[in-house]
Nanobody, 119 residues
Framework: QVQLVESGGGLVQPGGSLRLSCAAS????????MGWYRQAPGKQRELVAG???????IYADSVKGRFTISRDNANNMVVLQMNTLKAEDTAVYYCNAVLGIFDSRLGYWGQGTQVTVSS
């Protein structure tokens, strides 16, 4: 098993930046594919960005060029740098660890952190 704790959410103005961090514990972090998902009110949870155990990254089209995911296996951390934030980025963001494919029904989850983009 792996335990995940997110931090770094908050309120930011449109065009601003936030950095989300996810600290993992309890298992061998390096074997997991790590993802950031988000869920807005009334919408399904969606994959925002993922990074495989080999360091391959994927992004939702809506965040390409604005968000960057990275991982630090030595410190059991995954980070989502979010730039040029838009109102539509408002959601609860969840960290996910999975041994296989990225799927919102699979893996281990953190408790979530709220990101609100508003003027």
């Amino acid at each position: 098993q792996v335990q995940l704790v997110e931090s770094g959410g908050g309120l930011v103005q449109p065009g601003g930046s936030l950095r989300l961090s996810c600290a993992a514990s309890g298992s061998d972090f390096s074997i997991y594919n790590m993802g950031w998902y988000r869920q807005a009110p009334g919408k399904q949870r969606e994959l925002v960005a993922g990074i495989t155990k080999r360091g391959i990254t994927i992004y939702a089209d809506s965040v390409k060029g604005r968000f960057t995911i990275s991982r630090d296996n030595a410190n059991n951390m995954v980070v989502l740098q979010m730039n040029t934030l838009k109102a539509e980025d408002t959601a609860v963001y969840y960290c996910n660890a999975v041994l296989g494919i990225f799927d919102s029904r699979l893996g281990y989850w953190g408790q979530g952190t709220q990101v609100t983009v508003s003027s």
